[in-house]
């Protein structure tokens, strides 16, 4: 848990700061890029001049929020302060990670999976996305929330417990977001783009990915190959977000989405119900989350990494 010292040493550094990089981990969610965009708003606020970074693109659910335009996946140029935003370790940062290894100063997350790997880490876990500790601490950092960061803020928050579902979500939960909404964020828009709202393409992906759905041992799965994401039209690299409308399955105790990678790796992501910890699953594949919702990205083919992830994942279930 950081302590209040912990805030004022990252306040610090943020003060002398000129030229920052935010960075997020690949594949991201709202929660990555709501966090990643409220900080640049932020920091913008007082003249800082910002960069926003991450290996892959935003997922078509966030393009919504404003600043989305900004992001890049090659930054250039020196900065003298870099963060990362909602990444659980330094393999999650893609190739920005030990291209800046050396220079992350401050690490803000909730994955409690997170070794700590900045220079000033503000982990907590209790926090139910990191968008929501950001939130919680603007004026510990020496900021001051506006509309533009407040609707991004609000969008990783309504991301990651989708729409104030999940049990991660506390009375504190509720109470920032309607913080974020008195300084400006729109609630019901938020919703509806960021969990509602999905284009032609995804819709069509979803299909691919239901024809695939299995039930078995308790686990239901659904497997993405690229020929899928071709036959939909859809050219984002993730699942659409198709995860978490299986894990409403009522039979299944975890669920497992796999998708393969332009590059042959497979993305895979679990959900489970409440005593199933998933993110300790993904952190044995060398990725991380929370204890209901994890994720990794593991070599393939496609098939062989089914069978290793089904094996694993039924291994937790016994």
């Given amino acids: 848990m950081p302590t209040p010292a912990d805030f004022a040493a990252a306040r610090k550094r943020l003060e002398r700061a000129q030229r920052v990089l935010l960075l997020t981990h690949l594949g991201p969610d709202s929660d990555a890029i709501g966090s990643l965009l409220g900080v640049a708003h932020l920091l913008t606020a007082i003249g800082k001049t910002v960069v926003s970074a991450c ?17 890049t996946r090659d930054p250039s140029g020196a900065f003298d302060l870099v963060m990362s935003l909602d990444a659980a370790d330094l393999g999650r940062l893609g190739a920005l990670g030990p291209r800046y290894q050396s220079e992350i100063q401050i690490v803000i997350d909730h994955h409690f999976t997170n070794p700590g790997f900045g220079a000033i880490n503000l982990i907590d876990p209790q926090a139910a996305s990191t968008a929501e500790l950001v939130a919680a601490h603007v004026a510990d950092l020496g900021l001051t929330l506006n509309a533009s960061a407040a609707e991004c803020l609000l969008a990783g928050i309504v991301g990651d417990t989708q729409g104030f579902r999940t049990a991660s979500t506390t009375p504190a939960t509720l109470g920032i977001a309607q913080q974020l909404v008195t300084a400006g964020a729109d609630l019901s828009r938020t919703i509806d783009l960021s969990l509602h709202t999905r284009s032609y393409a995804a819709i069509r992906l979803w299909g691919e990915g239901l024809s695939r759905l299995k039930l078995q041992d308790g686990i239901a799965w659904a497997v993405l190959p690229m020929a899928a994401r071709r036959a939909a039209g859809y050219g984002g690299n993730g699942d659409a977000d198709l995860i978490n409308l299986l894990s409403t399955v009522r039979e299944a105790r975890a669920v497992v989405m796999l998708t393969e990678r332009a590059d042959g790796r497979v993305k895979v992501s679990w959900r489970s119900r409440v005593g199933i910890n998933v993110g300790a699953l993904a952190a044995t594949f060398g990725g991380g989350g929370h204890a209901q919702a994890a994720g990794a990205e593991v070599d393939g083919p496609l098939e062989e990494a089914e069978k290793r992830i089904l094996a694993a994942t039924r291994q937790i279930l016994a």
Avoid: M, S
């Fill in 55 to 71: 290996v892959d693109p935003a997922p078509e659910y966030t393009r919504f929020l404003p600043g989305i335009e900004t992001l």
